[in-house]
């Protein structure tokens, strides 16, 4: 609405210009104050022709854009584990088609590198938001990155709303290291960060932008900061499971955090 309004303004100073420009004005003019040198005349039609131009060139879909919120949380977490018989190194490397869903309370497989993810209600301002994402899992040396393919809101009618006017984007890079306490001392490692572009929905316009990706930010900061550490405990226990000879692959969480 700011660039509209700056469109909108750009514009009516321009024909303003003109109509002070018109024959008569300048006739009314010429009587006054003689002929206008050819320097001024110059100068008078630049003036016209760059304020013509400012009018013209502001793009149509700028000048009509909604305002938008940028939300941006990031977080890094570890947890400290004592390796077993079976190392780490070979779990962290197992493929993803091997990879328990941990719980399937919250998570579902959709394929082998491909799972559905349920998160918990999120309280943002008047409204709870309910996030389902799809992600899909990239297989490293050391680990995996976790990267969101899609994601849909859940919730009240204006929540649902959103589902056709934000963009997001998630990365999660899942690794492992020495922790260099002790010969067996290991620590998992997950590093994530989520990013997310709104329009800002009407019932909000008067609150400043900023203000919202304020709000917005320790948000998902939040969340991440209470999600990984039970995601890497999860890994954990999934990881001693493993390590005994269990082959089942059952999910271990709850759903509850």
């Known amino acids: 609405m700011a660039c509209w ?30 002929p ?8 008078k039609r630049q003036r016209q022709h760059g304020r013509i131009a400012a009018a013209v060139d502001v793009p149509g879909d700028l000048a009509r854009s909604e305002p938008r919120a940028r939300l941006v949380g990031r977080a890094s977490e570890s947890y400290l584990l004592e390796e077993t018989h079976r190392p ?6 197992l493929p993803a088609s091997q990879y328990s869903v941990l719980d399937a309370q919250r998570i579902e497989r959709v394929d082998d590198n491909t799972f559905k993810c349920y998160v ?7 409204f709870e938001v309910c996030p389902v994402l799809v992600v899909t899992v990239e297989e490293q040396p050391d680990g995996c990155i976790i990267k969101l393919l899609s994601c849909t809101l859940e919730g009240s009618p204006i929540v649902v709303a959103q589902n056709q006017k934000f963009s997001a984007s998630m990365e999660n890079r899942v690794s492992w290291k020495n922790s260099g306490r002790s010969p067996k001392s290991r620590k998992l490692i997950s590093d994530a960060t989520i990013e997310v572009t709104i329009e800002v929905p009407f019932a909000f316009r008067a609150i400043p932008v900023q203000a919202i990706e304020s709000t917005g930010n320790q948000v998902l900061g939040q969340v991440l900061r209470v999600m990984l550490p039970r ?10 499971a493993w390590a005994s000879g269990d082959s089942s692959r059952r999910p271990l969480g709850t759903g509850q955090l």
């Open 5 to 34: 309004s700056l469109f909108s303004s750009l514009e009516s100073r321009s024909h303003h210009h003109i109509a002070l420009s018109s024959p008569e004005k300048l006739g009314l003019e010429a009587l006054k104050l003689g």
């Open 36 to 43: 206008p040198s050819f320097a001024s005349r110059r100068r």
């Open 88 to 93: 780490l190194a070979e779990y962290m490397s």
């Open 120 to 126: 918990h209600k999120l309280k943002f301002f008047a």
């Open 231 to 240: 995601f890497l405990s999860q890994l954990e226990k999934d990881y001693r």
